[in-house]
């Protein structure tokens, strides 16, 4: 089964203030449930903004995102399945 991708928004109270230490720590609780979720999960990348993050997965399903919030502690305040994606070369493709 291929995987979808998932933006996740997290609402967690001034993590933009967060020293590198404490997202340090954060990623590695994440990945530490990632491990446990196996590979129907996966993390691409994560955006730090001052009260939120956005964070970018692969899934097999939105309940295993939420599975991976309720073992992890990171609130999924908001999960969107994205359907397509385009970027500045999308105006010039075939």
């Given amino acids: 089964m291929a995987l979808r991708r ?4 997290r609402d967690i109270p001034k993590v933009g ?3 590198r230490e404490q997202l340090r720590q954060a ?5 530490e449930v990632l ?3 196996g590979p129907d999960i996966q993390w691409v990348e994560s955006y730090v903004a001052a009260d939120k ?7 097999k399903d939105e309940e ?5 919030a ?3 502690g990171f ?4 999960i969107t399945e994205v359907r397509k994606m385009i970027d500045p070369t999308t105006e010039h493709a075939a």
């Fill in 6 to 9: 998932y933006m996740i928004e």
């Fill in 53 to 59: 993050t956005f964070c970018v997965y692969l899934a």
């Fill in 70 to 72: 309720k073992l992890s």
């Fill in 75 to 78: 609130p999924a305040t908001k």
């Fill in 17 to 19: 203030t967060f020293e």
């Fill in 35 to 37: 491990r446990q979720l």
């Fill in 64 to 68: 295993i995102v939420k599975e991976h």
């Fill in 27 to 31: 990623a590695g609780k994440s990945n």
